[in-house]
């Protein structure tokens, strides 16, 4: 059974950095193409970065596109979304998703696989 455990959330001023982490056990991580979706309160579940199966693909949603990077390294079978110049429109909950295969969308229904979710909250 696929298990996904992030961490890293917490507060953070407006204009600074976080570095999320996600780890997947369970599985062999090399199998699978990762992503980061985010839910702030009362809205829907976005989608955030995905990064293929040898991180030789990754995008993004334009809103954190050259503030946001995915990266995914094997060897830990790890993944991370390092944020930079947050905003208070980033606050949201953060969920690591995984789903098998070489490549994937953006889609929620795509991934089959969810972590637990961790706190990203960016005070102005």
């Known amino acids: 059974q696929v298990h996904l455990v992030e961490s890293g959330g917490g507060l953070v001023q407006a204009g600074g950095s976080l570095r999320l982490s996600c780890t997947l056990s369970?599985?062999?991580?090399?199998?699978?193409?990762m992503a980061w979706f985010r839910q702030a309160p009362g809205k829907e579940r976005e989608f955030v970065a995905l990064i293929s199966w040898n991180g030789g693909r990754t995008y993004y949603r334009d809103s954190v596109k050259g503030r946001f990077t995915i990266s995914r390294d094997n060897a830990k079978n790890t993944v991370y979304l390092q944020m930079n110049s947050l905003k208070p429109e980033d606050t949201a909950v953060y969920y690591c998703?995984?789903?098998?295969?070489?490549?994937?969308?953006?889609?929620?229904?795509?991934?089959?696989?969810w972590g637990q979710g961790t706190q990203v909250t960016v005070s102005s």
């Open positions: 369970g599985h062999t991580f090399i199998s699978y193409v």
């Open positions: 998703a995984a789903t098998r295969g070489y490549d994937a969308g953006p889609g929620l229904n795509e991934y089959d696989y």
